[in-house]
């Protein structure tokens, strides 16, 4: 049961994500419970093959047979162009959602309230990709102290990566430790639920003018369940941004995402919002700050259509 508690105040022939060598590792070393990169520690189902020959099966799937022309070409990225921008151009969406049950399955199925059972007072991407994501938000998210605005930071912890002194009279957080999002100086009040075992998000419709997930979106077991009930609780013309890296918990990811690279992933995330419904067509945006050096970062967004 979910509890409410205020506050006081591409699908491309991309290599997999690059581990880090010992040297590097000993150059720039992460805190305990830090996620990593996606280990080959067990064999893992790959799904469709990887890279364009999951573009081509997928651009088969949508067009009965034969590659679509158009879904083809936005596989091809221009020289120069971030695949994972080129990614969500011109896609032709298969007729029925392309992914299976065991596509949401993951290495570790334990409950997930004990995975987060203690709290983890770690950053889950470099202080380079933090600094592009929260440069991204000053410029996409409602000026602070918008009078009106109401922001969900979905799979929330304690921290948002938010601008510095960024407020709105209602923002609130949702997500797995208590302790952390307590912490979390940003939120005025805080949910603490599994979206995993309960998608159903506790809040009246067209409540929020923005919601948020960080690193987060690779975790979803039941994410066309959760993406319907966030367009359900975004207002009309309401932002939905879910940035990514290429690190994760590996063990509680799920399979189409530790199976696939960094453009697949912004694919898989646009089909989230495609297969909801009444979502605008995603965008997919490459904030990374120093590619193949730091932390990847990207985001795929889309606004609730206006009825």
Not at 124 to 134: F, S
Not at 288 to 295: I, L
Request: proline share 9%; aromatic share 10%.
């Amino acid at each position: 049961m979910a509890t409410l508690a205020p506050r006081p105040h591409a699908l491309l022939a991309l290599r997999r994500p690059r581990l880090r060598t010992p040297r590097a590792r000993a150059a720039a070393p992460r805190a305990r419970g830090a996620p990593v990169a996606p280990q080959a520690a067990r064999p893992r189902r790959v799904f469709l093959g990887l890279g364009a020959a999951f573009v081509d099966q997928l651009a088969r799937m949508a067009s009965g047979g034969a590659p679509s022309r158009s879904f083809v070409a936005s596989a091809r990225p221009r020289q120069g162009v971030s695949p994972v921008e080129q990614i969500l151009k011109n896609v032709e969406w298969p007729d029925e959602f392309p992914f299976k049950a065991e596509d949401f399955s993951r290495f570790d199925e334990s409950s997930d309230a004990l995975f987060y059972s203690a709290p983890r007072y770690v950053t889950h991407i470099d202080d380079q990709a933090i600094e592009a994501l929260t440069k991204y938000y000053s410029e996409v998210l409602p000026p602070s102290n918008t009078p009106g605005v109401a922001i969900l930071d979905m799979c929330s912890s304690w921290v948002s990566h938010y601008p510095p002194g960024y407020k709105q009279e209602k923002i609130v957080g949702i997500g797995m430790n208590e302790d952390e999002l307590k912490r979390n100086p940003v939120l005025t009040e805080y949910v603490v639920q599994d979206l995993n075992v309960n998608p159903k998000l506790p809040f009246e419709d067209n409540t929020f003018d923005v919601i948020t997930n960080v690193v987060s979106v690779d975790y979803l077991t039941k994410p066309i369940d959760v993406f319907k009930e966030m367009r359900r609780i975004l207002k009309p013309s309401g932002l939905a941004i879910m940035s990514f890296s290429n690190r994760c918990f590996w063990t509680k990811a799920i399979s189409i995402w530790t199976s696939t690279g960094d453009a697949d992933h912004a694919w898989i995330v646009g089909a989230y919002f495609h297969y909801a419904g009444d979502f605008e067509s995603p965008e997919a945006v490459d904030i990374s700050p120093n590619p193949g050096r730091t932390d990847p970062m990207y985001v795929v967004q889309s606004r609730k259509r206006i009825a």
